[in-house]
Nanobody, 121 residues
Framework: QVQLVESGGGLVQAGGSLRLSCAPS????????MGWYRQAPAKQRELVAR???????HYADSVLGRFVISRDNAKYTVTLQMTSLKPEDTAVYYC???????????????WGQGTHVTVSS
């Protein structure tokens, strides 16, 4: 079982910045797409940003121009730099990655445990 470990959440005032990071806790062979999702109270989980192995990115309209997703393929990490944060960005943020544990493995989707981001007005 692959575990994705997230870090960097917390409490910040509106207009502030936070940086989220995610990496697998054990050795793996390869990762395809990586991304960040979020779930606010009483709402469905939604895509925030995704990045392919070659660096192509996709953002939700609500974060375009404020958030930047990046990855380090050598370290199997994905980072979400969040700026100009708004109260409506408050949610639990989840890391997601398509991971092959071994060279002979298929790719499976794994999720992190979630990290809380709270933006106060």
């Amino acid at each position: 079982q692959v575990q994705l470990v997230e870090s960097g959440g917390g409490l910040v005032q509106a207009g502030g910045s936070l940086r989220l990071s995610c990496a697998p806790s054990s050795t793996i062979f390869s990762i395809r797409d990586m991304g960040w999702y979020r779930q606010a109270p009483a709402k469905q989980r939604e895509l925030v940003a995704r990045i392919t192995r070659d660096g192509s990115t996709h953002y939700a309209d609500s974060v375009l121009g404020r958030f930047v997703i990046s990855r380090d393929n050598a370290k199997y990490t994905v980072t979400l730099q969040m700026t100009s944060l708004k109260p409506e960005d408050t949610a639990v943020y989840y890391c997601n990655a398509q991971v092959a544990r071994y060279q002979s493995s298929n790719y499976y989707s794994y999720w992190g445990q979630g990290t809380h981001v709270t933006v106060s007005s």
